[in-house]
């Protein structure tokens, strides 16, 4: 028989309260209740295309203005939405963690930027994150939270779209419109990680001496099927260690995980953590 994993609060807590180097692992779950559409599910499409054959490379040489558009939208959801209280329990957390001397980390799938805007400090964001810019030719790195980010874009980020009208019904949007580098004035791109790049290697190495030293893993609010995030919370597991599962299933991703606690995350995680909001 399985040994299923325990939704007891008060066990939970005599476990957390002995960690000394805790990693809260997120994904799109835990911005779900500040409105941010997450990926798998009714929220993963964008007018007639799923978010992740957009979030590709191949996406944005095929077609710039496509995936500008798509990301001139999640920019304009996510500088619109507030934290949620997912978000600002594990920034209250982070503090009293500081206050004893023991560590909280928290790295994140997300791209919206709601950790720090709660008031997280030590946040790794694994796939970039929205407010920032890449040049497609000198390669700098700028945040620019303009919104719209271009003139050309102003107007063009509705999410859904009356079934009637399609893409080819809108003026088509050039390339010389898109967003410049400051620099250079060449073609910018969002500062994301998409499927099929790989992570940055520091942010990359970071995540991996977290998950191999810590000793004690909150995984909040994701599917869990992405590369390489989908392997740190049962390396823990693996490890020994205790990993506490937030997610609205009923089942846990891996029966190998201590705790499991089914709900929104918004509600649950405050209450495991203890604090009051
Ligand atoms: C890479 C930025 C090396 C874009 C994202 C090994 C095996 C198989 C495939 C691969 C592999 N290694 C690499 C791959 C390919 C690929 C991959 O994993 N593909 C998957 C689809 C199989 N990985 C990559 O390409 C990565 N690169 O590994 O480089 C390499 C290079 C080339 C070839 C091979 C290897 C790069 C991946 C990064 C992609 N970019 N985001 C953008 O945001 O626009 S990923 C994107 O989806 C998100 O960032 C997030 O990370 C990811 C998963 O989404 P989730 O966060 O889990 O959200 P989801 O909607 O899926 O689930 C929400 C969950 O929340 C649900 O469980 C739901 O129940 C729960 N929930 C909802 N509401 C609540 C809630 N829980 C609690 N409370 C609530 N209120
Ligand atoms: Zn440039």
Same mark, same amino acid.
């Given at each position: 028989?399985?040994?299923?994993?325990?939704?007891?609060?008060?066990?939970?807590?005599?476990?957390?309260?002995?960690?000394?180097?805790?990693?809260?692992?997120?994904?799109?779950?835990?911005?779900?209740?500040?409105?941010?559409?997450?990926?798998?599910?009714?929220?993963?499409?964008?007018?007639?295309?799923?978010?992740?054959?957009?979030?590709?490379?191949?996406?944005?040489?095929?077609?710039?203005?496509? @995936?500008?558009?798509?990301?001139?939208?999640?920019?304009?959801?996510?500088?619109?939405?507030?934290?949620?209280?997912?978000?600002?329990?594990?920034?209250?957390?982070?503090?009293?963690?500081?206050?004893?001397?023991?560590?909280?980390?928290?790295?994140?799938?997300?791209?919206?930027?709601?950790?720090?805007?709660?008031?997280?400090?030590?946040?790794?964001?694994?796939?970039?994150?929205?407010?920032?810019?890449?040049?497609?030719?000198?390669?700098?790195?700028?945040?620019?939270?303009?919104?719209?980010?271009?003139?050309?874009?102003?107007?063009?980020?509705?999410?859904?779209?009356?079934?009637?009208?399609?893409?080819?019904?809108?003026?088509?949007?050039?390339?010389?419109?898109?967003?410049?580098?400051?620099?250079?004035?060449?073609?910018?791109?969002?500062?994301?990680?998409?499927?099929?790049?790989?992570?940055?290697?520091?942010?990359?190495?970071?995540?991996?001496?977290?998950?191999?030293?810590?000793?004690?893993?909150? @995984?909040?609010?994701?599917?869990?099927?992405?590369?390489?995030?989908?392997?740190?919370?049962?390396?823990?597991?693996?490890?020994?260690?205790?990993?506490?599962?937030?997610?609205?299933?009923?089942?846990?991703?891996?029966?190998?995980?201590?705790?499991?606690?089914?709900?929104?995350?918004?509600?649950?995680?405050?209450?495991?953590?203890?604090?009051?909001?």
């Amino acid at each position: 028989m399985f040994k299923r994993p325990l939704s007891d609060y008060n066990e939970f807590q005599k476990v957390l309260n002995q960690a000394q180097n805790i990693v809260a692992l997120t994904g799109a779950g835990v911005s779900a209740e500040s409105g941010i559409p997450v990926f798998r599910g009714p929220g993963g499409l964008w007018r007639t295309h799923r978010a992740t054959d957009l979030a590709t490379p191949q996406a944005f040489k095929a077609n710039p203005a496509l @995936v500008w558009e798509f990301y001139h939208y999640r920019r304009e959801v996510a500088f619109n939405s507030q934290p949620n209280k997912a978000h600002i329990a594990l920034a209250k957390y982070e503090k009293i963690c500081q206050e004893q001397g023991r560590k909280f980390s928290v790295i994140t799938q997300n791209v919206d930027g709601l950790h720090k805007r709660a008031g997280s400090k030590n946040v790794l964001e694994l796939h970039g994150c929205l407010q920032q810019v890449i040049c497609t030719k000198c390669k700098i790195i700028e945040m620019n939270v303009n919104n719209p980010i271009c003139e050309a874009l102003r107007g063009r980020g509705f999410g859904i779209i009356d079934p009637s009208k399609k893409d080819q019904d809108l003026p088509i949007i050039q390339v010389k419109e898109l967003p410049k580098c400051s620099k250079c004035q060449a073609l910018v791109r969002p500062y994301i990680v998409w499927f099929g790049e790989n992570l940055d290697p520091d942010v990359l190495d970071n995540a991996r001496e977290l998950v191999e030293t810590c000793d004690l893993c909150l @995984v909040i609010g994701t599917s869990s099927v992405v590369y390489p995030a989908a392997m740190f919370a049962p390396t823990v597991a693996e490890r020994g260690k205790p990993v506490a599962e937030f997610n609205l299933s009923e089942d846990p991703f891996d029966e190998e995980f201590s705790f499991h606690f089914s709900g929104p995350c918004g509600t649950t995680l405050p209450k495991a953590l203890g604090i009051d909001l």
